[in-house]
């Protein structure tokens, strides 16, 4: 049951990220109001991950940007929320790692903030 949530949980992590960052790719005349719900979806996003961050620092002593989603899937997996194998996880990083590619350890934190400026940019000079 453990095997089937965890799945479930990387699978809808993947469906938010896919749609996430495939909001940058659809044009605003299709999509009316597109940038500017991106750019509020990405400072819930990006926001979410911070406040969550802040949430788990008395059991991790780290501050970092932690996803919820993820935090929930690693503790499905057996892995304590103090340890770095639960707070130190990335999601992109795994999923990347399943295609058989690598990325550099804070490559997702680099791509979550460059989807952040870009989507902040779209929405204060092209809406």
């Keep these: 049951m453990r095997d089937f949530f965890t799945t479930t949980i990387f699978w809808l992590h993947f469906f938010v990220v896919a749609f996430w960052i495939g909001l940058l790719f659809v044009p605003e005349f ?3 109001g ?3 719900f991106h ?7 990006v926001g979410h991950q911070f406040l ?9 002593k780290k501050y970092r940007m932690v996803c919820i989603l993820t935090t929930f899937m690693q503790l499905l997996r ?3 929320l103090s340890t770095v194998d ?5 999601w992109t990083k795994e999923f990347i ?5 690598g990325i550099p350890e804070r490559g997702a934190t680099v791509l979550t903030l460059a ?8 929405f204060f000079f092209f809406r």
Excluded at 52 to 60: K, S
Excluded at 97 to 101: C, H
């Design 30 to 32: 299709l999509l009316p």
């Design 97 to 101: 790692k399943r295609l058989g590619w």
């Design 52 to 60: 969550w961050g802040a949430a788990i620092y008395p059991w991790t």
């Design 86 to 90: 639960n707070y130190g996880h990335s």
């Design 115 to 122: 989807i952040f400026v870009i989507s902040t940019f779209q």
């Design 39 to 45: 750019f509020y979806f990405t400072v819930g996003l």
């Design 34 to 36: 597109k940038t500017a």
């Design 78 to 80: 057996g892995h304590p």
